[in-house]
């Protein structure tokens, strides 16, 4: 995909509402070997890349006559309404990996038979070049019983993505679901005979 971008003339608060106002967003392209610069770039175009190519995307972005290849590196949102505030671009050289964070999904957890699956790391960072960024990693939980954990060594990503996080760091867990420890407890307090007439000093 590619979008087109404009610098931008004028800078700060109020700038850049007047630029959302216009159905732009602000923006930021930096790299190693290219000079910060402020841009704007449509706020429709920029949301059917994130649609389509999500949160990680690579695309090329023109700018006054000129491409280059850039990654989303971040998109700083409205904690009101759906709008984005800012995006930061990094641009990209021939032969540079990334690194991202991509999240981790589970699968299968209709077919888990006993247990509680508890999943205790969401996402992780990967290093990869940018045309193999996975969109997700999936894990399939549906064998998993009561006592079984899974860890980050055991994520399957394709050979060419480095996963960053600790090989030994979980990422799900099954345990006893402690509804029957409760109901144990409840039925015992029950139990308890209650004294009728005893009389008080």
């Not at 392209?29 to 994130?50: A, H």
């Not at 190519?53 to 850039?70: C, M, S, T, W």
């Not at 991202?100 to 509680?116: C, F, N, S, Y």
Request: hydrophobic letters at 40%; aromatic letters at 2%.
């Amino acid at each position: 995909m590619k979008l087109k971008a404009q610098k931008r003339e004028r800078l700060g608060t109020s700038a850049s509402k007047q630029a959302r106002n216009d159905n732009k967003v602000p923006a930021i392209i930096y790299g190693t070997d290219v000079e910060t610069t402020p841009v704007l770039i449509d706020r429709k175009e920029f949301d059917d890349v994130l649609r389509q190519l999500g949160r990680n995307a690579v695309f090329n972005i023109e700018l006054d006559g000129k491409e280059r290849q850039v990654l989303i590196k971040h998109v700083d949102h409205s904690a009101l309404k759906p709008e984005i505030y800012n995006v930061e671009l990094n641009a990209l050289k021939k032969g540079q990996k990334v690194t991202v964070p991509v999240t981790i999904i589970l699968e299968g957890l209709d077919d888990v038979k006993e247990g509680v699956v508890t999943q205790t790391l969401n996402e992780v960072e990967v290093e990869t070049d940018p045309a193999n960024i996975p969109s997700e990693i999936t894990v399939d939980v549906s064998e998993l019983v009561i006592g079984d954990t899974v860890h980050v060594s055991e994520l399957l990503v394709p050979k060419n993505v480095t996963v960053l996080a600790e090989p030994e760091e979980t990422v799900v867990v099954v345990s006893a679901p402690r509804v029957e420890e409760e109901t144990a407890e409840g039925d015992a307090e029950a139990a308890e005979p209650e004294v009728i007439g005893e009389k008080e000093e």
